[in-house]
DNA sequence: CCCATAGTTCGTAACTTATGAACTATGGAA
DNA sequence: TTCCATAGTTCATAAGTTACGAACTATGGG
């Protein structure tokens, strides 16, 4: 029976630039990313739920790996979960306002559908009522 | 038999971040959309020799066609050729200093490389001489 | 009209990703 | 201990994406 492998945790000038793109260019990824800068040491399972969406856990294991991979962020076992936190700091000394500017702009898209997600729910009211 | 299609160049409005992050996680496009910011107006067979790979102008297509719906280039017909420009100013007003950002990373990234290369060129001539 | 050059599309093989089911790992209760 | 619950991982496979040769479209010049 297939044993349990170790987390992999690149060294820093193992991290990619392509390997950080395409970490962050999948949304789910990219708001677990987001929520763990604000709030270290969040578990796996926190995010069973995201953004309005149900995520299978197993779904949920590879993307955390992904974010692990490419250097993201650390998960550390602490008795039966697992704590994640980001490795922004030194992401950012490697290669310094990448991953700070991606977020923002993530975040500044976020924003932007959200307010037209209020305008279209505006405009059906006023047409219905 | 199948028609050809017109080009696809998103309005501003419509670029996305994961867009952006997707096409730029690949190395090649990455070289193409770089050396277009340099060198505006080249065609797309400028680049079927690009940092020492052969590209096979069928899989060179795809990857201009993925800059262009990303929003990242724009491309004309001008005469038998196409010519291709960045889309930078208006994905700069879009979302400021991501594309920026993301090109400087990859190019430093390049160069460490470059430098990393020639460490072990080096060291392997002075096991060998 | 035919040819050459520049790109695109198509078919398919190779790779990636998503997900349910079955597993491992850990700690606490009986 | 043994059993159980919780937290994650791995595996199998189905679905989606990407690479690339071959065949196509498009354009301009003999």
Redesign the pocket.
């Known amino acids: 029976?297939?044993?349990?492998?170790p987390?992999i945790h690149p060294s820093i000038e193992d991290i990619t630039v392509e390997g950080i793109l395409?970490a962050l260019s999948?949304p789910v990824r990219a708001a677990i990313f987001a929520e763990l800068a604000v709030c270290a040491g969040a578990?796996?399972?926190n995010f069973l739920k995201i953004s309005d969406r149900d995520?299978?856990?197993?779904?949920?294991?590879?993307?955390?790996?992904?974010l692990r991979e490419a250097g993201l962020i650390r998960?550390e076992?602490q008795?039966?979960?697992?704590r994640n936190s980001t490795r922004y700091a030194e992401v950012e000394q490697r290669f310094p306002g990448l991953v700070g500017t991606i977020m923002k702009a993530h975040q500044a898209q976020a924003e932007e559908r959200l307010r037209a997600g209020r305008r279209k729910a505006a405009a059906k009211k006023s047409k219905a009522g």
């Open positions: 029976m297939r044993d349990m492998r987390l395409h999948d578990t796996c399972s995520i299978p856990k197993s779904t949920l294991s590879q993307h955390f790996r992904a998960s076992r008795g039966v979960e697992m």
